[in-house]
């Protein structure tokens, strides 16, 4: 069983999916349905489900996040897929879990700090370089891991690092 969430707005629920030719059979909200897709292009399909035509383009795949962006006839679509362990996790309120955001930046190995590039009340941005340190005669930036605002510098330039020390609190 799969749920399908289009813009977080209407919810449909798979059961059954077989495809066998390029014909997808199953049940959406337990009506049996069958639908015709053909790849046209490395990322467009062509879809014929109740004698209606649709061009489907993916633009983004966050495999992570089970999530596409989709352009369905044009217009631009978020779909959100959970499988039946999802589903479970919902229900016993374990979802959130996974999604927890790291609060804390730490010393991935031993080094040097040779730069901090953020200061305590400044806002970052997931990817931001935050902090560079020497390693092994190797400079490694070390990024925002979530969007968010610093709380605390536990480090300045100059200073030596061991592993799994605070370096930068979010």
């Avoid at 806002?123 to 070390?142: F, P, Q, R, S, Y």
Wanted: hydrophobic fraction near 40%; proline fraction near 3%.
């Amino acid at each position: 069983m799969y749920q399908i969430h289009l813009d977080n707005q209407q919810v449909f629920t798979f059961d059954e999916i077989k495809l066998n030719d390029n014909v997808i059979t199953g049940k959406i909200n337990n009506t049996p349905f069958s639908a015709e897709v053909q790849q046209t292009h490395t990322y467009e399909y062509f879809l014929r489900y109740n004698n209606q035509s649709f061009n489907i383009l993916l633009l983004k795949f966050f495999p992570d996040e089970k999530k596409m962006v989709l352009k369905i006839n044009g217009k631009r679509t978020t779909i959100q897929i959970k499988d039946k362990y999802d589903l479970l996790l919902q229900q016993l309120g374990m979802d959130k879990m996974s999604s927890k955001k790291t609060e804390s930046i730490k010393a991935p190995m031993p080094g040097l700090v040779l730069n901090v590039l953020v200061s305590e009340g400044q806002a970052v941005k997931k990817g931001d370089t935050i902090l560079i340190l020497e390693a092994m005669k190797m400079e490694n930036a070390l990024k925002a891991p979530h969007d968010g605002i610093v709380k605390k510098v536990a480090v300045s330039k100059g200073t030596a690092v061991e592993k799994n020390q605070l370096l930068i609190e979010l």
